[in-house]
């Protein structure tokens, strides 16, 4: 039975077991710009809840996990060879609980800690110079096309002699091209990118003399976003993504079965408290899961905006 045990959380930790699996980003509006020396605090709480699909590769049914996130995000946006650029760091906590039975035997894990803290830079390339707040009163958008890399950095909690952990113990990167296109008050938002991981040298491993080493294939993102503009600050927003890839080896061994085909589909509004604080309000589920997370997502950010340069 150990063995059955050691199948469910290895699926689990290699088939998207943390629902904050990276490819499953649903960001509206990512490459908008702002004045040169905005500044935004933002704090969001996300709640995932659903299922975990293994399409026949372990024996495992009924597998599930709800998961409380917490975010604390710094934003800063500056000029960059004349172009308009900024910078994202995030920090993120959560607190899960995960079950699935194998061969009709239950398990449950319960797991409280940090995740992997992440940093996206953005530069405009076309359609948007960088301009102070005076200038961006007279400027009108069309086209914006940037570039972006994020990086996620191994700082969650990780324990090898456990098999599901918040943090990944490895490097990920994801470069990314984006297309914003405005038509009046309607916005289209069309960005691709790829996931590339680096590996776990320290992956699972019941004996502190054996040492495992994890590995994942490039994942491709493609995501896309349709929004209106009621009123300035007031926008709501039909989301979507597709993503393909990923599929994990342990020692060199590929597991053929954990190709992931997924997409999401879901909505977002964002509105104005005040002069300076806004309220964001997200709902996402999956459209299409072949093999990972089958979650639905609520989410609720708070920003707090300021003009200026740091002192």
Not at 136 to 162: E, F, I, N
Request: hydrophobic share 40%; proline share 4%; with cysteine.
């Amino acid at each position: 039975m150990r063995l059955s045990f050691k199948l469910l959380f290895t699926a689990v930790i290699t088939g998207c077991s943390l629902p904050l699996l990276s490819a499953q980003d649903l960001a509206p509006r990512a490459y908008i710009i702002t004045p040169v020396h905005s500044n935004a605090i933002t704090l969001t709480y996300s709640f995932y809840n659903g299922s975990v699909l293994f399409d026949g590769a372990v024996p495992i049914t009924d597998a599930s996990a709800r998961v409380n996130v917490q975010v604390l995000s710094l934003y800063h946006s500056l000029r960059l060879f004349g172009r308009s650029a900024n910078i994202t760091a995030s920090l993120p906590y959560g607190v899960g609980n995960f079950q699935g039975s194998v061969i009709g035997t239950h398990a449950t894990a319960y797991r409280s800690g940090l995740l992997d803290s992440t940093l996206r830079v953005s530069v405009n390339l076309k359609g948007g110079p960088a301009m102070d707040a005076r200038e961006m009163r007279q400027w009108h958008q069309k086209m914006l096309l940037g570039v972006s890399l994020k990086v996620v950095a191994p700082t969650g909690q990780y324990d090898s002699t456990k098999l599901l952990n918040y943090g990944a113990n490895r490097w990920a990167f994801k470069p990314e091209v984006g297309l914003s296109r405005r038509w009046g008050h309607w916005l289209v938002d069309t960005y691709g990118g790829a996931w590339i991981y680096t590996a776990n040298h320290d992956y699972f491993s019941q004996s502190q003399n054996v040492l495992n080493i994890q590995t994942q294939n490039p994942i491709g993102s493609f995501e896309g976003h349709f929004s209106y503009d009621m009123r300035p600050r007031l926008w709501a927003s039909l989301d979507g993504n597709f993503w393909v890839g990923g599929r994990t080896s342990i020692n060199g061994i590929e597991s053929p079965k954990t190709l992931q085909q997924n997409s999401r589909i879901g909505a977002t509004v964002s509105f104005p408290v005040s002069k300076y604080q806004s309220l964001k309000f997200s709902y996402n589920r999956g459209d299409y899961i072949r093999f990972g997370g089958n979650f639905d997502n609520i989410s609720v950010a708070w920003q707090y905006s300021w003009l200026g340069r740091p002192n």
